[in-house]
Every structure is written in structure tokens, then in C-alpha cells.
């Protein structure tokens, strides 16, 4: 069972920049697809982002892409989210998780980190 823990998270100034951080443990994740998800206050949970194994293809939720930039190391067992040019609206926790197919999450989810965007 593979375990995932998010940080990075943090209070930031509209227009501001973050990096998120997933580290997973359990068993290496260097042949899973792996993706950014968010809950806001009183919303559900939608799809931020996906990577692919390698690297070689991205896929965004459309309010964040040009924003926002996955990318993973396998080396570390580790994806990242960088966000630049927050928004109020981009305030959520933030969860990663494995991905199957396009957008479907697989294991538990972790605790998530909180993001705070202040206008």
C-alpha cells in the first residue's frame, strides 16, 4: 500500500508562488501515473493536474493551466506542483494521489496540504 504525504503549502499574496511537494513511501511510484487534486471549502474534490510515468505528458483543469506546472522525480518517489500567479480561487487543500486512466485517483488519500490565497 503505497502512503502519500503532501506539504508545501502555506498563506500567499495573490500573485503569488508555491511549491508543493508529494512524497510517497510504500513502494516505488516511478511507473504510476500521479496527479494534483484540491477541495475547497463547501466543494468537492476536483482534478488539478496529471503527469505520466516519465514526464513526457501533462494534462491540467483548464482555470489552472499556464498557472500551474506538475513534474516528478522518481529518483525521490516524489511529484511536485509548482503554482505561480495564485488567485483567491486557487484556495484549497490540496491532495495528491496515484492516477488511473485520465483523471481517477487510486489509493487512500493523505492528509493534504492547505493553501491559502489572500486578495
Known amino acids: 500500500q503505497v502512503q502519500l504525504v503532501e506539504s508545501g503549502g502555506g498563506l500567499v499574496q495573490a500573485g503569488g508562488s508555491l511549491k508543493l511537494s508529494c512524497a510517497a513511501s510504500?513502494?516505488?511510484?516511478?511507473?504510476?501515473?500521479m496527479g494534483w487534486f484540491r477541495q475547497a471549502p463547501g466543494k468537492e474534490r476536483e482534478f488539478v493536474a496529471r503527469?505520466?510515468?516519465?514526464?513526457?505528458?501533462?494534462r491540467y483543469e483548464d482555470s489552472v493551466r499556464g498557472r500551474f506546472t506538475i513534474s516528478r522525480d522518481n529518483a525521490k518517489n516524489t511529484a511536485y506542483l509548482q503554482m505561480n500567479s495564485l488567485k483567491p480561487e486557487d484556495t484549497a487543500v490540496y491532495y495528491c494521489?496515484?492516477?488511473?486512466?485520465?483523471?481517477?485517483?487510486?489509493?487512500?488519500w493523505g492528509q493534504g496540504t492547505q493553501v491559502t490565497v489572500s486578495s
Open positions: 494521489n496515484l492516477i488511473m486512466g485520465e483523471t481517477s485517483p487510486v489509493t487512500d
Open positions: 503527469i505520466n510515468w516519465n514526464g513526457s505528458r501533462t
Open positions: 510504500g513502494r516505488t511510484v516511478s511507473t504510476d501515473p
